[in-house]
């Protein structure tokens, strides 16, 4: 992945990013650190299209983002939002397997794939029936980072993962995040802690 001078500005002239370059390696896991308000939520949600850089390049896969279907680039990335994102009315396999759902992937496979990402994540299959709200905030972590993996991205964007739990389970989860990073192989995880 490649940042080339982005600059995102918004209205009255209010700039959020300016000529921001950078290149992730491939199999590099990257982070950005960088104080509240400077800009790091909004770099990483122009990696699938979220915001528009006002100028500059960003390429995904060797290719422009400008040149891919939003859509597309956005089932093609794995992304973990700020607060998890879970959606409260679905269950936990259904969170883990929504963009495998919305792509068509068939009910079957969805299901054994979730049964595999459990695994990963360290939960056992009871929790396959459960709410959102029947989680503590790890678990809820866990299956946010689940549901990037589910299709298998080559490129996980993570927004603050960590940011809602308390020192202790941060640091398991963050020990237990590089320890799949290094399971998986991915491409490019990147990352705003």
Partial sequence: ?????????????????????????????????????????????????????????????????????????????GYVIQQIGLFPHLTVEENMTYVLAIMGVPLQVRRQRARELLGVIGLDESYLRRFPGELSGGERQRVGVARALAADPKLIVMDEPFGALDQITRMRLQDELLELHRKLQKDHPLCNP
Avoid: H
């Fill in 1 to 77: 992945m490649v940042f080339q001078e982005v600059t995102k500005e918004y209205a009255r002239g209010v700039r959020a990013l300016e000529g921001v370059s950078f290149e992730v390696e491939e199999g590099e896991f990257f982070c950005l650190i960088g104080p509240s308000g400077c800009g790091k939520t909004t770099l990483l949600k122009m990696v699938n299209r979220l915001l528009e850089p006002t100028s500059g390049r960003i390429f995904v896969y060797g290719r422009d983002v400008r040149a891919w279907d939003p859509i597309a680039l956005r089932r093609s990335v």
